[in-house]
């Protein structure tokens, strides 16, 4: 079992950048692939980004490609979200999200841990 915990969002103005961070229970945060997904107003939960438990591959929603990176770092069991050249449209509450041993996650049914969010807001 995995507990996780966001923590980093805020209020920003468009263009700015913003780091969320994730940090994980457990001794086994390696063999877990992670998610980035952000839910707007009134909208459903939307997939950002995630990174494979091997070997650090990493996938993105096209919305936010060439702006936002996901990264991992194994030692202190985090996970981090850097976005850069922030919208209005970044507008949404954070999660992160984990999966042990999978691969490639791109839909929030592939998860089965998830931190309570954090929330993000850009102003125009």
């Known amino acids: 079992q995995v507990q996780l915990v966001e923590s980093g969002g805020g209020l920003v103005q468009a263009g700015d950048s913003l780091r969320l961070s994730c940090a994980a229970s457990?001794?086994?945060?390696?063999?877990?692939?992670l998610g980035w997904f952000r839910q707007a107003p009134g909208k459903e939960r939307e997939f950002v980004a995630t990174?494979?438990?091997?070997?650090?591959?990493?996938d993105y929603a096209d919305s936010v490609k060439g702006r936002f990176t996901i990264s991992r770092d194994n030692a202190k069991n985090t996970v981090y979200l850097q976005m850069n050249s922030l919208k209005p449209e970044d507008t949404a509450v954070y999660y992160c999200?984990?999966?042990?041993?999978?691969?490639?996650?791109?839909?929030?049914?592939?998860?089965?841990?998830w931190g309570q969010g954090t929330q993000v807001t850009v102003s125009a």
């Open positions: 999200a984990a999966r042990q041993l999978g691969a490639n996650l791109r839909s929030q049914h592939d998860y089965n841990h």
């Open positions: 457990g001794r086994t945060f390696s063999t877990y692939t």
């Open positions: 990174i494979n438990y091997y070997g650090g591959s990493t």
